[in-house]
């Protein structure tokens, strides 16, 4: 599937398939496309190529409104000259639906949602949350082939939103549907998703389990959208049995991999994977170690973030849980372990 | 081939039956005045000889630089009038600010000729102040001519620059001029090297609605013009003239007349398209604390302009009420006038009430999708209809009617000697109105709210009707009830079309300027000031002023 977009293609020879009931997310940087794929689905974006179907149906020959795609949408979009329930009855309506049979579809629909005495409120009278669940409920009650979510979180406030997307998710499970969100915060994604797709300048990155995603991720675009990581660069020295030997400036390390000797590869090395070495500690058996300076602390409470400098060209972002700053500056030099199973190579 | 997607469809259907009424009743009559001007007796022959003959009549070249001459006066005037006033409204505190604002943009909806015609009862060779002057032995002739013409046109104009200008001064981040005094400029200073130069696109796009007005009106003129020539009045005069209609005369002038509109709208499409500053102020500036002395002066200064263009308005309601024998007013109060006035007829009451509400509601009902068309799908179709669209608000009344008496006279379709001819000049006429005010309202109302209720099964053209215009309702009553007291006091086109029967009370109170009716004129004029001010007064919360600033 592909679209364009003037000359610049937005969606470039995207191809998913998407399990029924699954919780699929796509994920990328803002103009990376997945907005625009989203609106595709819905039709609200023209396909210049490609198809989109729902099981056999082929969809994207249908106009928007025969779709029966329930669109959750960032500003939620309730109309403001309806109650809480006749958003809710707005597509029963079009749909034909008999009046007894919409009103109990509403009340039940509403239930789930938690929204069961709002049915006769006004919108204005909502908060982001109770409008955010509206919008879900509209779009539950028309029993979609698949629930399409644009950043729908990203208007509420940091606490809510940690308490939508358990909801969100939870609903989603309960009723098995095939659900479509869209993002830009990978722990968002990494929290609700089955599946997640990176998408960057249009382009899938990587699909797959989030836990996949984060543990292995197939580019250095990936490593990095995904947390933080250190991206160093490198060549490869030769091999130690199975491993790699990767030199950075005077320091080596050893990495799961295939590369060639001499070739220049580079790798990603999660700050919270790196062990610090108390005074005379050694590391587990088949780790890494390396000693360096200690550069700059910042204390966040749980997680302390430390850079350590090796050489005179390289910096590592270090993650420790439960370490005081002050411990660390008494002693100077810092002795650091690492797995090489946690590396990730990526050749080019 | 040209892939057409089913979501055009709808604009698409919207845009085509936009063309082919715009086309039949706009562009049709205009090439048909371009022709007359164009050809020669026998009509099959192009010639220049109708434009050699008209630019080479002193008289003629006269009403072409009378009229701007006129225009760039009032203007000008307007401008120095407008820009104190609005930053005054904007900056200062001024007491009763919000009637002042309600009060300033009323002489933006009432007829101008009727102010035309106070200035005759009051300053004219009779009239009441003439005549007082004189017998103080005070020097004083009349306010005919150019003096006059420029007066009335910058009372009722001024309200163009002004809400523009208001717009403007409250839109500038005021840490911007707070910066130019921290680089140590005073604060006079700082008002004419920043905040004036960020105003000025408004000021100079208010000004030239003003020119435009200026040049299309033909009643302030027809009152007050005596023997200078101007454009759209000999225009009328030679189309319908005594000896025989001479169409290919009257449309040379009237493409002059297009001729200098058009400038003026390139030069506003053009220029100062590009000379938008974007101001990114997050509230409104403060109101600025300044000396009692400045404050009182600021306040007589901005209630002295709006209440004194009020003035005519005033004193024509209360002449209305007085005795008249013949042209001779008399100091008694009396209902006479209006008995005279509705013992013509009732017609043209009854005509002008409902020919109105037809024109109001046919102009929505164009106007609505077509504001839809070109705010929700940008392509080169919408474009070109916003384009057709606002091609009217360069069409000066009386030319508009000339084009369409010249195409429908005759032929296939006949519409002249009916109402409907009336009513169609006056929706084209205010269907650029009614396509702006739509599109500002559409701006206001995010677009995801459509697409939810298409995405949850409502067809497009459904939607439009079930959600988008309830959701326009406030702001489409408000035009309609705009585009209704407008077309109600409407002169240049309704003088050319009407006949018979279907004479309205602009024609009446026209047919008494030229005799000597003034009381049934002042009574008439009453009327009309009636039939604006409380509709709109009904109204008034439902409306926005800038809308006021679009007719």
Redesign the interface.
Known sequence: MSRSFGTVRAVDDVSLEIQDGEFFTLLGPSGCGKTTLLRTI???A?LSAGQIRFGQKRIDTL?????????V???Y?I???LTVGGNVA??LK??SVPEVQIKERVARVLRLVHLDTYGDRWPHQLSGGQLQRVAIA??LV?EPEVLLLDEPLSNLDAKLRVEMRAEIRELQQQLKITAIYVTHDQEEALAMSDRIAVMRAGKLEQVARPQDIYRAPATPFVAEFMGTTNLLRGTVAGRAGEALRIRVGQQEFCAAGKAGEGESVSFSLRPETIRLLGPGETPPTGWGAFEARLGSVEFLGAITRIELQIGNDTMLRVASLDVLPDELKARGRIAAAYDPRRITVFRG | MIAI???DTFPLAIAILAFAFLGLFLLYPLLNVFGASFLDRTGTHFTLANYARMLSSSFYLGSLSNSLILGALSTLLTIVLGVPLAFCLARLPIPGKSLLLALASLPLVLPSFVAAYALVLLLGRAGVITRFLRDSGIPFTSIYGMTGMTIVFTMTLFPFVVFPALAAFKAIDVSVEEAGQNLGSSRWRTFWTVTLPVVMPAVLAGGLLVFIDVIESFGVPFVLAEDKPILAVEAYKLFVGETGGNPASAGVLGVLLIVCTAIALLIQRYYLGRRRFSTAARRAPPELVVKPWLRRLASVYSWGVVLIALVPFFAIIVISFMEFRGPVMHPNLSLDNFRDLLNQSWRPLINTLTLSTAAAIMAAAIGVPIGFAITRFRSRISDLLDVIAMTPFAVAGTVLAIGLIISFNSGWLVLTGGWLILVIAWVVRKIPFNVRASAAILHQI?P??E??????????L??FAR?TV??MMGGIIGGMVLTWVTVASELSSTVVLYSGPWATMTVVMFQALESTGAGVASAAATVLIVFTVLPVALIYRLLRRHELGMM
Not at chain 2, 451 to 460: D, F, R, Y
């Open positions: 819905a039709g609200f023209d106009p928007p409104h025969r779709r029966n795609t329930g669109m949408f960032q500003n979009a109309f403001p000259n707005y597509g079009a749909r509209r779009c028309i | 997607s089913r979501r995010d995801s709210l697409e939810a209720s298409i995405n949850l099964g409502v067809s497009p459904m939607t959600l309830p959701l």
